[in-house]
């Protein structure tokens, strides 16, 4: 069965600092991954997925991920977050019929 | 375009009470589904569905009854309701459930069984 591991259940960082969001996936012949945001009291969000093609995947709000095949890998990477990036981010893999989350890491934004 | 809505948002029952969870999705998805999500546990998938008059379990089924009678509705009854289901439950829809299609999410009911 396919897994998400999210190793940080929390990240705390400065603001207009870089930040990286590790995940890791089990590994299966094709994956397909996603990454989603949770504001305080919202709904999820898609930031962004990796479908094929591309390793490195551009989101929304200055995000990326890169996919690594060989060490099962979807971090997530912002080169200067803001105050407002504050929230809970879920890495995902696609499974058959249901979406696999990760355990979600807190992003902690300081001023 | 509403999107996927739920109601209520938030909700306090008492151990053994049934109450059932709406959602509507105004986008035409042939696809919906139930998440509860607990601390530390990520959501974790409850029923879903394929389209009207289909429905299937999730990974936590226990507890918890679906139908899905039009396109646009997808409640969630809980039957006798325990502390245990005390958590935060989403409701999600996309196109169809061809791998990688973008599932979207409702705001979220917050329930409470004490």
């Known amino acids: 069965a396919q897994s998400v591991t999210q190793l940080d259940s929390q990240v705390p960082v400065f603001e207009e600092a870089p930040v990286e969001l590790r995940c890791n996936y089990s590994?299966?012949?094709?994956?397909?991954l996603f990454w989603y945001v949770q504001y305080p009291n919202q709904g999820l969000q898609l930031l962004l997925k990796?479908?094929?093609?591309?390793?490195l995947v551009k989101g929304i709000n200055g995000f990326e991920a890169e996919f690594n095949k060989s060490q099962t890998s979807f971090h997530l990477r912002k080169p200067s977050v803001h105050i407002s990036d504050t929230a809970e981010y879920f890495c995902?893999?696609?499974?058959?019929?249901?979406?696999?989350f990760g355990s979600g890491t807190r992003l902690l934004v300081r001023p | 375009n509403a999107g996927v809505t739920q109601t209520p948002k938030f909700q306090v029952l008492k151990t053994g009470q049934s109450m059932t969870l709406q959602c509507a999705q105004d986008m035409n998805h042939e696809y919906m589904s139930w998440y509860r999500q607990d601390p530390g546990m990520g959501l974790r998938l409850i029923h879903y569905s394929v389209g009207a008059g289909i429905t299937d379990q999730g990974e936590v089924p226990n507890g918890y009854n679906v139908s899905r009678s039009t396109t646009e509705d997808f409640p969630l009854r809980l039957l006798s309701a325990a502390p245990s289901q005390t958590s935060v439950y989403f409701c999600a829809s996309s196109y169809d459930r061809a791998l990688g299609d973008t599932q979207y999410f409702g705001p979220g009911t917050r329930l409470t069984v004490l």
């Open positions: 995902a893999v696609d499974s058959s019929y249901k979406l696999i």
């Open positions: 590994s299966s012949v094709s994956v397909y």
């Open positions: 990796y479908l094929s093609g591309s390793t």
